[in-house]
């Protein structure tokens, strides 16, 4: 158990659709990361967020965007859903630092119908 | 800016056999190396990690990654695999600090022949 938890599990929606994946890090780590794998593209890092603030951005959509509260769980919402957005979301966290590994949750599997 | 490379896609040993999964990294400076392994279904797991001091590292599950600078490389072993270890594995390197951001290498596959 990485102490990381994501839900929900699996979320099956439509094109058009908006989702939010919610992301719980383990107790102490201010740092939430959130990564799409998918097959064609392998693990995409998105983006992170380091105490309620954006830290750095990956390959994140417009039509996607995150947030970090002051509990530190995160959000990831998806909007304007499309086929090629089914993929296996994940959330890691980590403490402050480079040398600081990330740990992650077990995903969320989104299907777009 | 920091880049790894896992140049095999797919390994297949049989079980019992020595492994050896290839990673190669740039960075200017030292850098910070990660080696997750990822179940199918799960999210990924540490298995090791190396900061700087003995450049061997032992890791969980009897793996173990060595270090070399002069080669840029972080390649992960194991004496003697298990069916268990089949899964996907992928290697990483610690960007800047300030974004503490982690890249990650596009993983190497493994199947256990029987």
């Known amino acids: 158990d990485s102490g990381v938890t994501q839900t929900p599990k699996h979320l099956i929606t439509a094109t058009g659709q908006r989702v939010t994946l919610r992301c719980s890090p383990r107790s102490g780590d201010l740092s939430v990361y959130w990564y799409q794998q998918s097959l064609d593209q392998g693990l995409q890092f998105l983006i992170q967020?380091?105490?309620?603030?954006?830290?750095a951005k990956g390959n994140i959509l417009e039509r996607f965007s995150a947030q970090q509260f002051p509990d530190l769980h995160s959000e990831l919402n998806l909007s304007s859903l499309e086929l090629g957005d089914s993929a296996l979301y994940f959330c890691a966290s980590s403490g402050e630092g480079a040398n600081q590994p990330q740990h992650f949750g077990d995903g969320t599997r989104l299907s777009i119908l | 800016a920091q880049s790894v490379t896992q140049p095999d896609i797919h390994i297949t040993v049989s079980e019992g056999a020595s492994l050896e999964l290839r990673c190669n990294y740039s960075?200017?400076?030292?850098?910070?190396l990660f080696w997750y392994v990822q179940s199918p279904g799960q999210g990924l797991q540490l298995l090791l990690k190396y900061f700087s001091g003995d450049t061997l590292v032992q890791g969980i599950k009897g793996f173990e990654a060595e270090f070399k600078r002069s080669q840029s490389s972080f390649n992960l072993r194991k004496p003697s695999v298990h069916w268990s270890d089949a899964a996907e594995y992928f290697c990483a390197v610690g960007a800047d600090s300030s974004a503490s951001k982690i890249i990650f290498g596009s993983g190497t596959r493994l199947s256990i022949r029987p």
């Open positions: 967020y380091y105490n309620g603030e954006e830290r």
């Open positions: 960075y200017g400076a030292t850098p910070y």
